[in-house]
């Protein structure tokens, strides 16, 4: 049985940050020089969490408003995307990994 597109989405947010190297706060995105950009711009190499859910989404449909909207709609009912963002700029990179841990482990 497949997995269900919000758990594909996680997953792959997961792996867009699971290097430190390739996470940020402040910023849905960042690109080699660090400058802002969109989380679903082909220049992006970092992300913050929510980012990280967008371009995960992004790449799983190709579709830029539906990837907005599943990134918003991916970690509920558990948590919201002010969660996400609280810890991602807050507690950092390890609680935003355990977050998602917690999101895959509940499906």
């Given at each position: 049985?497949?997995?269900?597109?919000?758990?594909?989405?996680?997953?792959?947010?997961?792996?867009?940050?699971?290097?430190?190297?390739?996470?940020?706060?402040?910023?849905?995105?960042?690109?080699?020089?660090?400058?802002?950009?969109?989380?679903?711009?082909?220049?992006?190499?970092?992300?913050?969490?929510?980012?990280?859910?967008?371009?995960?989404?992004?790449?799983?449909?190709?579709?830029?408003?539906?990837?907005?909207?599943?990134?918003?709609?991916a970690l509920r009912p558990h948590y919201s995307p002010a969660t996400l963002?609280?810890?991602?700029?807050?507690?950092?990179?390890?609680?935003?990994?355990?977050?998602?841990?917690?999101?895959?482990?509940?499906?």
């Amino acid at each position: 049985m497949s997995r269900p597109l919000k758990i594909q989405i996680v997953e792959r947010a997961r792996e867009l940050i699971a290097d430190e190297q390739h996470w940020c706060r402040r910023h849905f995105g960042e690109d080699a020089h660090g400058f802002p950009v969109s989380p679903t711009s082909p220049s992006a190499i970092k992300w913050c969490g929510l980012g990280a859910v967008i371009a995960a989404a992004y790449q799983l449909t190709h579709d830029y408003d539906a990837a907005h909207r599943l990134g918003h709609e991916a970690l509920r009912p558990h948590y919201s995307p002010a969660t996400l963002i609280y810890l991602n700029d807050i507690r950092g990179h390890s609680a935003v990994l355990a977050l998602f841990d917690e999101v895959i482990a509940a499906r």
